[in-house]
């Protein structure tokens, strides 16, 4: 990881002045024809059905890697310093006893450097904890002052890569590669700026391959996930089968959606069949989405960030809009946890302090059942796939949280 580390911090320079001049810095050319050639099968771009086929195939079939009779998939929103909260309900609710081993984990921006922890499974609990509490993110939003007005991103982006690189170890590596080997998936969402989609990968997929390359691609895939667009510069990400290589250009996967369950494309089409099977989805987003009256300051910081939170809070309900309408037609067992009204939440504060505060509610809310009070169930109770128990239907429906 050290060869990793030095390998990286040796390219960002180099790259940042690719990306980084006034003005347009010319790239190779390439078409969506290219782009295609060039995909290696652990990337989703879903611009075709036989992407959207071959995903949702390869999600169902990970049930067939349960260890308690159920099909559960876990989705980690984004929302920065917020991801705090969802770590602390992910540690909670292994301390509770309940926690499900997840057959499919995906994670989106600050979701998706908490799902490789929660995909190894729960010994490397402490290892969540650390990344979100051990106050290394206090400086991540340092400023690049006057290069702001040259390179892309208003913030240093060594500090989200030395985040990333302290945190993701090779024994983490090591286990997500052996749990992909059972069968399990773990998917990260990322946005193409050249394709204008959502762009997701099969961590598990890279991990395997076991290579510098891919070790660097699976960093840089994260990285990459959580670059929010005008904070942090895009990242180039290496796409390569066959000998075609293509260099794509990537940012913020909560750009396009605030976590990911299904593609955006599979929501609106009506396939006959059930695409998830009997799933029970569970999403943990990392915020509040219901609007809050507060007297804004006209201040440039103040505007942004207002600006950002009402951008995310709006995505927020339309995504869990469209999931909820996705169960409730195919009949799947949702389940969403959010951030309680007594807890502080703020997208941009990584100080120690608010993010420790933030992991102990969600520690707290897990440890006493209530993270995930919010619920949409079929309308009928199904058996588990080996243990024939009905669940017990639910009496409480998505609403705003409080």
Not at 160 to 170: Q, Y
Not at 266 to 282: K, S
Not at 323 to 350: C, G, K, M, W
Not at 381 to 393: D, G, K, N
């Amino acid at each position: 990881m050290r060869r990793l580390r030095l390998l990286i911090l040796m390219l960002l320079p180099s790259a940042l002045l690719t990306l980084g001049a006034c003005q347009t810095i010319p790239r190779p050319t390439f078409d969506a024809a290219d782009l295609t050639a060039a995909s290696p099968p652990w990337r989703y771009d879903f611009l075709t059905p036989e992407a959207r086929d071959r995903f949702v195939r390869e999600t169902v079939n990970a049930q067939n890697a349960t260890a308690d009779g159920t099909f559960d998939i876990l989705a980690l929103s984004g929302g920065g310093a917020n991801g705090a909260y969802g770590a602390g309900v992910m540690v909670g609710w292994s301390q509770a006893g309940t926690r499900p081993q997840f057959e499919v984990v995906t994670g989106v921006s600050t979701g998706a450097l908490i799902a490789p922890f929660v995909f190894a499974g729960q010994r490397f609990d402490p290892a969540l904890e650390h990344a979100y509490t051990s106050g290394q993110t206090d400086d991540l939003l340092k400023s690049r002052g006057l290069l702001a007005l040259m390179l892309p991103g208003v913030f240093k982006p060594e500090r989200l890569t030395n985040l990333v690189l302290n945190n993701i170890s090779p024994e983490l590596l090591t286990a997500i590669a052996e749990e992909h080997r059972k069968g399990r998936r773990l998917y990260v969402s990322t946005t193409s700026l050249d394709t204008q989609t959502q762009v997701v990968w099969d961590m598990g997929a890279i991990a395997q391959q076991n290579d510098e390359a891919s070790r660097l691609l699976f960093v840089n895939v994260l990285i990459a996930s959580a670059s929010i667009p005008g904070a942090f510069p895009p990242v180039l990400l290496n796409v390569e089968h066959d000998g075609r290589r293509i260099q794509e250009l990537h940012v913020d996967g909560g750009t396009v959606s605030s976590f990911l369950v299904v593609p955006q494309a599979l929501l609106l089409e009506a396939p006959n069949a059930r695409p998830l099977g009997d799933a029970r989805i569970w999403i943990v987003v990392n915020g509040k989405w219901d609007p809050r009256f507060d007297v804004s300051r006209i201040s440039a910081i103040s505007i942004a960030a207002r600006s950002f939170d009402t951008m995310m809070k709006a995505l927020q309900r339309s995504d869990l809009t469209a999931i909820t309408q996705f169960a409730r037609r195919y009949d799947l067992t949702l389940s969403v946890a959010a951030i309680p009204d007594h807890a502080e939440a703020n997208t941009l504060d990584f100080t120690q302090a608010h993010m420790t505060a933030l992991f102990q509610a969600g520690e707290a809310e897990a440890l006493s059942g209530r993270a995930f009070d919010r619920r949409v169930d079929p309308s009928e109770p199904r058996p588990s796939r080996r243990r024939h128990r009905e669940q017990t239907p639910p009496t409480v429906v998505i609403a705003p949280t409080g």
